[in-house]
């Protein structure tokens, strides 16, 4: 999978079956939404073929390449992929590849930390504000303000940093912040900035071997943190954080891709796929020119030519 785009065939799926594949993995509709309904080492059977993969994923590399140049000409809509994962799950590995062949001016990555002091003095959604992409741009947020619902939630007592005022700390705070979620996101989507969510669905069989790796491997060591191993121990409460997160708030306007992700080549594939079949549901062809503008261009020409 370490080939370029450049030496490697581009290969497409064919439109029909990559509606059929995304549609797999799309939730639009959180009712009756069931975690264990998806299976991480998923591969759409005999839809695609692993030796098909990385042409497969520079076609998509290079259609996404392509796409984002549009955007950025046109200069109205904005794209905010944003992704959730446990740990070692492949977030870091997915945006660095299906980012690839894209022209960095146009994007931008938000990795979201703990909080900061700072960030601590506001509403959560205070952060994800100032890092919501411009009109023309690709924003992706590694980590978001899902947060507050998945590891807050897995340790309510990270709520005390949040000095909220008690009455607003009842039974029902995760309703609420999940209700706040998704008039945010009906917000974005009205307002031209399309939100795809992605949550990157490994299992914990993988995730341990995941670790193994990182603890066997002298040059991977670093990507190991202690807190990694704690954070497994709650392997229960963050799948039932997740899985009532994705149910409140799974739209059409602002779908989750429940994406296997056991297997990287795979993962990576149906979330280029995603996002590219979000861009061309876009209407992305440039605004006409104005007469005013395209009088400039004629005169700008005809400037050009006298010159010498
Ligand atoms: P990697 O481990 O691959 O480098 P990462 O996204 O796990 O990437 P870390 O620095 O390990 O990055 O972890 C960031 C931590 O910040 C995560 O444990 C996450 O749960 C935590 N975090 C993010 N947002 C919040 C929040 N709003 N409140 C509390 N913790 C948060
Ligand atoms: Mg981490």
Known sequence: MSQT????????????RTRKLLARYRVTEGKGFRLKDHDPTDTAGRTIHKHDAVALLNGGVERLSRLQ???YAQ????LLPVFQAMDAAGKDGTIKHVMSG???QGVQVTSFKAPSTEELRHDFLWRAVRALPERGRIGIFNRSYYEETLVVRVHPEMLEKQHLPP????????DKRLEAIAGFERFLADQGTVVLKFFLHVSKDEQKRRFMERLNDKTKNWKFSASDLTERNY???YQAAYEATIAA???PHAPWYVVPADNKWFTRLVVVAAIVDTLERLDLTPAALSPAQSAAIAAARERLMQED
């Open 75 to 78: 200069d109205r809509w904005a």
């Open 69 to 71: 140049e549009k955007l």
């Open 167 to 174: 009455a607003t700390v009842g039974r029902k705070i995760w």
């Open 5 to 16: 785009a450049a030496n490697m065939p581009v290969q497409h799926l064919s439109a029909g």
């Open 235 to 237: 392997w229960e409460e």
């Open 102 to 104: 894209v022209n960095p």
């Open 249 to 251: 708030t799974a739209t």
